[in-house]
C-alpha cells in the first residue's frame, strides 16, 4: 500500500486558527443555558465569582525558632565575669562547689578553692545554681 506524506501549508494552519478562534468568540459571548451549565464544570461564572469574598491571604509562616539561642553561653559568661559562687549537682547528687573559670561545648572547668579544679562534663550536671552560703 503507496501512503503519500500529506503536508499542510502554512496558510493552511492560520486559517484553521483563524476558524478556531471566531468559532470559540461565538461560544463565550453566548450565556450558557442553564442545563449546560451544569454539564460543565463546576466552575463559576464571572457574576457568580465577584459575588464570593476573596479569599483571605495565607497566613504568615511562623518563623522557625533559632536552633542555638546562645542563652547558655550567656548565663555562663555573666557567672564568669562576676565570680559567682556556683554548685553543680551531678546525676549522681553529688554536689560541687566553686567558680566557672571555662566552658566549652562539652565541658565546664570549675575552678575550687577547696580541693583541685575539676574539668565536669555537662552531660554529667543534673543542674546547677547560685551558692547562697557566700551572701
Known sequence: MNRKLIRTTLAEVKERDRERDSHSHHHARRAPEPSERSERSERPERSERSERPAPAPPAPKKKIP?????????????????????????????????????????????????????????HNIKYMYKDQDDD
Open 66 to 122: 533559632p536552633e542555638q539561642t546562645n542563652a547558655e553561653s550567656f548565663y555562663y559568661k555573666k557567672q564568669m565575669d562576676a565570680h559567682t559562687p556556683m554548685v553543680i549537682v551531678l546525676t549522681d547528687d553529688e554536689k560541687l562547689q566553686g567558680t566557672i573559670e571555662w566552658y566549652d561545648k562539652n565541658s565546664i572547668k570549675l575552678h575550687r578553692d577547696e580541693g583541685p579544679n575539676l574539668l565536669v562534663l555537662k
